[in-house]
């Protein structure tokens, strides 16, 4: 296979879907957190657990892809850097697969079974136990929290090789050419 200095398309729309998707859920998931019970708030509840099903099998998409494609090489960097690099997107795939499963796992132990799109429903993990739910919820939104912080500094790190470094850390997983 040949190597280049970018993404292939495919990685590059998977990142970039799984990016827009981690945001936009944490922003639901944050503005639904408070609101007082009503149709309408289980509705955007059903929205939000869509959503984190969604993301889940994108991750198993990416995972597949990136199984069977290789990436470039690494752009040239401090070796702290580098190792900096890999434990960071090391524990967003691992957060990218803990997250909607503590949401998974949140949802069957406080007896609320998820439908994708109101059509499939996805058997629950575990048995109903509402003390475990609330323990579960806490992991959720500390997971989802945690996720938000090292997405932030992924960025930042980014943005800072691309204008500080000058180097293609950035460029390479950008759209289009």
């Known amino acids: 296979m040949r190597q280049t200095s970018r993404y292939t398309p495919t990685a590059r729309a998977l990142h970039w879907l799984m990016a827009l998707g981690m945001i936009g859920t944490f922003a639901v998931g944050i503005y639904m957190h408070d609101l007082p019970l009503s149709p309408q708030k289980l509705q955007i509840y059903s929205w939000h657990k869509w959503a984190g099903v969604t993301l889940f099998l994108l991750l198993l998409a990416r995972l597949a892809w990136r199984i069977t494609h290789q990436p470039p090489a690494p752009v040239a960097m401090p070796a702290w850097q580098k190792a900096a690099a890999e434990g960071v997107h090391h524990l967003l795939y691992l957060l990218m697969l803990a997250i909607p499963l503590s949401g998974w796992?949140?949802?069957?132990?406080?007896?609320?079974?998820?439908?994708?799109?109101?059509?499939?429903?996805?058997?629950?993990?575990?048995?109903?136990?509402?003390?475990?739910?609330?323990?579960?919820?806490?992991?959720?939104?500390?997971?989802?929290?945690?996720?938000?912080?090292?997405?932030?500094?992924?960025?930042?790190?980014?943005?800072?090789?691309?204008?500080?470094?000058?180097?293609?850390?950035?460029?390479?997983?950008?759209?289009?050419?």
Request: overall charge positive.
């Open 105 to 177: 796992l949140m949802s069957s132990a406080k007896g609320f079974q998820t439908v994708y799109f109101g059509v499939l429903p996805i058997p629950d993990l575990i048995g109903k136990n509402p003390e475990l739910g609330e323990l579960l919820k806490t992991a959720h939104m500390g997971l989802n929290f945690f996720m938000i912080a090292l997405v932030a500094a992924h960025a930042a790190a980014a943005v800072k090789h691309h204008f500080i470094d000058k180097d293609d850390t950035l460029r390479r997983m950008l759209p289009g050419r």
